[in-house]
């Protein structure tokens, strides 16, 4: 892919990674990603806004091989898939002063092999001069790193913001175009990395909304020329409040556990509240993720595997309780055969979560009509519950948003 022009001075670098189907080795990516970087060149200097993955190091140098000179290479974040190509950038511009934050400056310095002095740290806030434009950087911390911060590009009213608002969808398309499949990409990585640093991001996000903004340029995906958008969006996944939405994750090995979850989900919808099942044996995880945005009830269903919880059960919970969803209220349902140590074990690993954890119902071998009543009992609480706590309506809840 060849620099491709925003505007006179300003063009999208990177690579676009159509193959990447997992991320950490664990978020599963449908459709790719792109590692976006940018280059702003002003009336006297040149800057690079982030690299690439490392895998794709050469894309980027082949694509800066017209570029004669470069000031400064600016690190938003010192995860690899941003900074991993900074080490090959800097090989060649070996002037380039590399532009972080504070806590970037030890992340960076721990990650790649630089010398010391191409360092420069900036404060949140200060500005950096590139002659007829000016870059602001804005500090966002926890979005997912401690180190993260943004630019804002003063002359242009874009904002350079990195993993923030990004999308892991491996396009050839500069511009969102299709709102709703972004939307769903977008939110597929807001609860994969962001979910567990909301209220950090709360923060960042009404800092940002200081600014002027007329496009986002992120790191991933393709850029947002409807900024409102995806600024609508986030306000609303960081948002408190959450939805008349139930997530049941469950495994079931021969039909009683699953007959348990079918039962609840029937009671559940005659109550009218959404639910959304999945078999943990077959489940895509980012999609439970994006679910557990919304949720504000979350049932573990299990059979006992010899007398604790089902394996993928444990992971999933594990994934859930370092997620930290907005769920308030859990269930533990499940049959065993001989005993059984389910709430024992899953118990704490939800302890820091807060929840209110309903009765469990955990029976013998198969359900019986004394089950199917109990399953109706619990639902019947879970729809209270949910009118006492106010829950939003999911009516936007996989769909883009409207635009601003
Ligand atoms: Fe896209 Fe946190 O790296």
């Not at 926890?142 to 003063?154: A, D, I, K, N, Q």
């Not at 969006?233 to 021969?254: F, G, P, Q, R």
């Not at 999609?287 to 949720?295: F, G, P, Q, S």
């Not at 704490?348 to 807060?354: E, G, R, S």
């Amino acid at each position: 892919m060849l620099p491709r022009k925003i505007t006179d001075k300003i063009h999208l670098l990177g690579a676009i990674d159509w193959d990447r189907r997992l991320f950490d080795s664990l978020i599963p990516l449908p459709d790719g990603t792109s590692y976006n970087s940018y280059l702003i060149q002003g009336s006297e200097k040149t800057a690079l806004l982030d690299s690439v993955d490392p895998a794709m190091s050469h894309v980027l140098m082949e694509q800066l091989e017209s570029v004669g000179k470069l000031d400064y290479i600016i690190s938003h974040h010192a995860e690899q898939d941003h900074s991993g190509a900074i080490v090959d950038v800097f090989a060649n511009y070996p002037k380039a002063e590399v532009i972080c934050s504070k806590h970037g400056l030890d992340l960076l310095r721990s990650h790649l092999s630089l010398p010391e002095e191409c360092f420069k740290v900036v404060e949140d806030g200060e500005t950096l001069s590139l002659g007829d434009k000016t870059l602001e950087f804005v500090y966002t911390p926890w979005v997912h790193w401690p180190e993260t911060m943004v630019s804002y590009l003063l002359e242009d009213n874009i904002l350079f913001s990195c993993d923030f608002f990004g999308s892991h969808i491996a396009t050839t398309e500069m511009y969102v175009t299709n709102e709703g499949k972004v939307y769903e990409a977008a939110k597929r990585y807001f609860a994969e990395i962001m979910l567990p640093f909301r209220k950090s991001i709360q923060k960042n996000l009404e800092k940002i909304a200081e600014l002027n903004i007329d496009m986002i340029a992120p790191s991933h995906g393709p850029i947002y020329s409807n900024p409102g958008f995806i600024l609508n969006a986030y306000k609303d996944w960081l948002s408190d409040e959450s939805k008349n939405l139930v997530t049941i994750i469950y495994v079931s090995m021969h039909g009683s556990t699953r007959s348990m979850v079918e039962h609840l989900v029937a009671e559940l919808a005659e109550r009218n509240i959404e639910t959304a099942q999945f078999d943990l044996a077959v489940t895509d995880i980012g999609k439970l993720a994006i679910n557990l945005v919304d949720a504000t009830t979350l049932v573990i269903a299990t059979p006992a595997l010899r007398v604790g919880p089902h394996p993928l059960v444990v992971n999933a919970v594990y994934l859930a309780s370092v997620l930290r969803p907005k769920a308030k209220i859990a269930a533990i349902i499940g049959s065993y055969g001989w005993g059984q140590r389910i709430v024992e074990t899953i118990g704490p690993m939800i302890a820091d979560l807060k929840l209110d954890i309903l009765e469990p119902i955990l029976i013998k071998g198969a359900p019986q009509q004394e089950t199917f009543d109990r399953l109706k009992e619990m639902a019947q609480t879970i729809a209270e519950k949910h009118k006492q706590l106010k829950v939003g309506s999911t009516k936007h809840r996989l769909q883009k948003l409207p635009r601003s």
